[in-house]
Every structure is written in structure tokens, then in C-alpha cells.
């Protein structure tokens, strides 16, 4: 009877003294993982490489049972196709997914003016940045001022430059140009 004690005491000194190891906590293609430990309680947390995005849970417990769940995936980014905005197209870039960092490049129909930049990527966050450009009809201001004993040269659009000119034998009085902006 004594003899069985003694050994059971043992078995449960033994089984203080040493620490469960986990071992790798599991590879992860297109990303890496960073653990202090990977002894009983410690945490294994998953990263993915630039580009790609974790599918699953990021972390893995080391329990007694070994690593918790799954040892999670990184998978490329992708963007859908964005809009084509009206009265424009896409010039370079078509597709119906896209991956991290791909371009696509807009244009305007003939006549319109682009309000925004033209080319956008894919980013990191599923979408495509900037937003898309805006085509729209360039802003007709009209017919500028008219001056006395003068003319001007104009193409009536916003932003537009009007510059004038005094009829042979007169002289301009102030500023030559201005700006279309009314």
C-alpha cells in the first residue's frame, strides 16, 4: 500500500515540473506567425504578407489538447469592378476581379471634363482608391463683360481665361485678362 503512494506522488511531481509544449503552432502560406512561447496559455497570432487578407481566426491557445482551432489563411486581396463612370469608359485595366494593387485607368467621352484622377487601384481594404472620376459637361459661363471700344477672346468655359483687347487708338485701362468663374 505504502509503494502505491509513493509512486503516485511521483507521477503528479513530474507532471508539475514540466511544462506542455505545443510545438509549431502550423504554417501559414502568404503570411507568418509571432508567439513569445509556445508552452501551455501561450498565444500565436497569424499575420498575412502585404497584399493579402486572414481568413479564419488570427490566433491559436496553446491548451492542454495542443493548438485551438485552425491554423487560419491568408488570401489575396481582390477588388469588384467599380462603376464606369457616364459619359466615360475605361481605357486600360478591364476586368471583373482584381487584385491588390491593380490599375485601371478612365477617359472621358469626347466634349466632357474628368473631376477626379484617373487612375485608382485596388487597396488593402477591398475597394478601389481614389473613388472613381466623374465625366460631366464642361461648365459654360456665357458671354463675359463687354468692354467699350474693345473686344475679347474667350471660349466661355469655367476656368477659362478671357483675355481683352482695345480697338486701334485706345488703351486699356486695369487688367488685360480675367478668369471665368461667374
Known sequence: MLERLIICLIAIGEA????RDCGHP?????GYYMAESTTLGSKAIFYCDQGYQIIGTDYRLCTTDGWSGQIPTCEIIECSR???PANGYIERGFGRKYKYQDEIVFRCNEGFEMIGASVIKCSENNSFVPSPPICRLPVNCGDPEEILNGYYEANYNWGSKVIYHCNEGYKLIGNDSHWLEW
Open 16 to 19: 508539475r515540473g514540466t511544462a
Open 82 to 84: 467599380p462603376d464606369t
Open 26 to 30: 502550423g504554417e501559414i502560406l502568404n
